[in-house]
């Protein structure tokens, strides 16, 4: 048994079935619980699924785990743990048709050799492995409806903490799928952190009468923050899971908040995109209206991290939530990545969220100066259990405190690397500084410190650099989402000309219902004057169609492959600044 | 269910869900390249729409749904179905 796995059996041991796993749903506009396991009933399914698969598969066989939302997963997951099987978690088809296209990519790079689902998904993936050209080795069997061995059938596998986990597969802003391979020590290590930053000694101090706090969440399994934070962290810290399905949550958004009130949650969790749906879908609701007891007094802490935290969001659900109890104390931004397993700087719970505020200019050279009237960045708090600095990504050199520069992590969280690409894994996980430190995890994010805390700012390699300003592609989309009613989702990018010259490129969707009568042409003159105003910035407009910024399987907008898009003139833009050259790129010629 | 009435019924959850004018939506519209709704929306959509009519949108159905019509003759379809399906 590897240590990781003692630490998680030792708390069903320990706590048996008091704690436990809960989903819910919204049926008929009420939350309805759907299924529970307690610590103890899921440590017995868990070593059933561990002896089924030690009958099926060689030890540390690659098994992908292809399940819709809920504790089965949970269970097959441990199993593979318990066994020393490598789980590869992939989502289901539910949201996204490309999920299959990207599964069968998976199969192929991972070397899977069995998938795992449910009875009610097996009979369709079952079809479509058996469909594939050329046809992989994999069949799909599920686990729910076969009878599985006694649990006292498993024996513990002896498994190193240097033993591969799981792979984590990462969308990524740019590239490919890329499979990031996850110890059990790596998995150990940062659990670990998590639980410190959730219940530090004052905390810990506070909860000794009743020591399990409830977490309460909707994050996806098949993401590392959702595996490893909500799923797996409740384990680790002795506490509860009260979850619903991604599904369920933006069709039902007021779950979240009835989840958090039903069950006395303690902690919740979400990238800053959830906590603005939650926004979005209250709208002008009354919040008594929804449920006259709604009470959110209970939650003290709201972790906030996986995508740009925005001051403004934070600020908006504090004031809209503030009337049933939430207070703006209780936010936690964050900092991590699936390269790291999951969490590399946070908030501690109680501590509150730090934000600054600092000049626009000296950002864009590198440098962050607080500022009365500059522009609100959110800290994303201290490293837990890991060594974070702040690296010029040229010379390699380490910056100090208020300079802005990659952000390299190294600690036990830090993954072994990519499977199966040793290039890519010494390029980016293997990063000397210039004065002989490392090796360092590159995580191609642009920071800087200041007191201590993570203030994040872009991404290395999206970064623009016009006549010596560095800006962010964040800051010009911003301005173009909010020009206009009829401005969508926009990507910001450099094209260069013949001459080397890069110009800036804003590639704007449009909302066609808001354009009342106005050519898009009209519409990029807006963008293009409001630009200039608040960025200084001469962008050359594009406007294309709902939806024709190439996104990533998460919703992230793709700038690199939007500027190729654009190149190959794929985009099937309605209007474009660009002359037709600049367009073809150097590879026309004329 | 007429159609008329499933026709209304859309609308108001177009408007409900993704603030669409139902004075600007006909059978013609298409959801994101007239409407520019979002992936939350239309997931939302979904839902709601299946809970409401009560009838079950498989999620390679839904992927084909672009329009507001093709949402109206599907579900007239399904709840004619059902209902000759369980005898009534």
Redesign the interface.
């Known amino acids: 048994m590897s240590e990781l796995v003692r630490f998680l059996r030792e708390k069903a041991w320990i706590l048996g079935d008091t704690r436990w796993y809960a989903r819910v749903d919204s049926v008929?506009g009420e939350l309805v619980e759907v299924e529970r396991l307690g610590y103890a009933q899921l440590d017995a399914r868990a070593r059933a699924v561990g002896a089924w698969l030690a009958d099926r598969t060689p030890p540390g066989a690659r098994v992908m785990l292809m399940y819709p939302a809920g504790l089965e997963f949970l269970a097959v997951f441990l199993g593979c743990l318990y066994s020393g099987r490598v789980a590869v978690p992939a989502p289901l088809?539910?949201?996204d048709?490309r999920a299959l296209a990207r599964a069968a990519g998976i199969i192929r790079d991972a070397e899977v050799g069995l998938v795992l689902s449910d009875a009610a998904h097996q009979p369709a993936l079952a079809a479509w492995l058996a469909g594939l050209d050329p046809a992989p080795p994999a069949g799909c069997l599920a686990t729910d409806g076969a009878g599985l061995p006694d649990p006292g059938t498993w024996s513990p596998a002896a498994l190193e903490l240097s033993a591969t986990a799981y792979v984590q597969y990462t969308s990524g802003s740019t590239s490919e799928p890329r499979g990031v391979v996850i110890t059990h020590g790596n998995l150990l290590h940062n659990l670990l952190s998590i639980r410190e930053l959730l219940t530090p000694a004052p905390v810990l101090d506070e909860l000794r009468l009743d020591p399990s706090p409830t977490g309460a969440g909707w994050l996806p399994h098949y993401h590392d923050m959702g595996l490893v934070g909500m799923l797996l962290s409740p384990l680790a810290s002795y506490g509860n899971l009260v979850f619903c399905s991604p599904?369920?949550f933006?069709?039902?958004p007021d779950l979240w908040l009835r989840m958090i009130s039903g069950y006395r949650a303690f902690y919740t969790f979400a990238p800053n995109f959830g906590y603005d749906?939650l926004l979005r879908?209250l709208k002008n609701t009354r919040l008594t209206d929804l449920d006259p007891d709604l009470d959110l007094d209970c939650l003290r802490f709201a972790l906030n991290g996986a995508e740009p935290v925005r001051a403004e969001v934070l600020n908006a659900v504090a004031r809209r939530l503030a009337p049933v109890g939430f207070g703006p104390d209780i936010w936690a931004p964050c900092y991590g990545l699936a390269e790291a397993t999951l969490m590399v700087t946070g908030t501690p719970c109680g501590a509150g969220p730090t934000v600054g505020r600092f000049d626009r200019g000296a950002l864009e050279a590198g440098q962050a100066v607080p500022a009365p009237d500059g522009v609100d960045l959110v800290g994303c708090g201290r490293p837990v259990g890991a060594d974070v600095r702040i690296v010029d990504p040229d010379t390699a050199y380490p910056l100090k405190e208020g300079h802005i520069g990659e952000i390299w992590v190294s600690g036990d969280s830090v993954a072994d690397g990519y499977l199966g690409d040793p290039q890519a894994t010494t390029g980016q996980f293997a990063a000397m500084t210039a004065d002989g430190e490392g090796p360092f995890l590159r995580t191609g994010d642009l920071g800087f410190f200041q007191d201590g805390e993570l203030f994040v700012t872009g991404r290395a390699k999206d970064l623009i650099i016009a006549n010596g300003r560095n800006i962010h592609p964040q800051d010009i989309e911003r301005v173009g989402e909010s020009a206009d009613p009829a401005t969508?989702?926009c990507a910001a990018f450099t094209l260069p000309d013949a001459s080397g010259h890069e110009h800036i490129v804003l590639v704007q969707?449009?909302?066609?219902?808001?354009l009342d009568g106005r050519t898009p042409a009209a519409l990029a003159d807006l963008i293009r004057r409001r630009l200039a105003q608040e960025l200084r910035l001469a962008v050359q407009v594009v406007v294309v169609?709902?939806?024709s910024v190439p996104r990533t399987t998460s919703?992230k907008i793709q700038r690199s492959r939007t500027r190729d898009e654009l190149r190959a003139s794929r985009l099937g833009a309605l209007h474009c600044d660009l002359p037709p050259g600049l367009v073809t790129g150097s590879r026309a010629g004329g | 269910m007429k159609r008329s009435e499933i026709l209304d019924e859309l609308k108001g959850m177009l408007a409900e869900f993704g603030d669409v004018d139902p004075e600007l939506v006909d059978e013609q519209t298409a959801f994101v390249a007239d409407l520019g709704l979002d992936s939350l929306v239309l997931v939302r959509l979904t839902v709601v729409a299946e809970e409401r009519f009560g009838v079950r949108v498989p999620d390679e159905v839904a992927w084909e749904l672009h329009t507001v019509g093709s949402v109206v003759s599907y579900v007239e379809e399904a709840l004619s179905g059902r209902l000759g399906a369980g005898g009534e």
């Open positions: 008929r088809p539910d949201t048709r599904v369920s933006v069709a039902h749906w879908s969508g989702p969707e449009v909302r066609p219902l808001h169609g709902p939806m919703g």
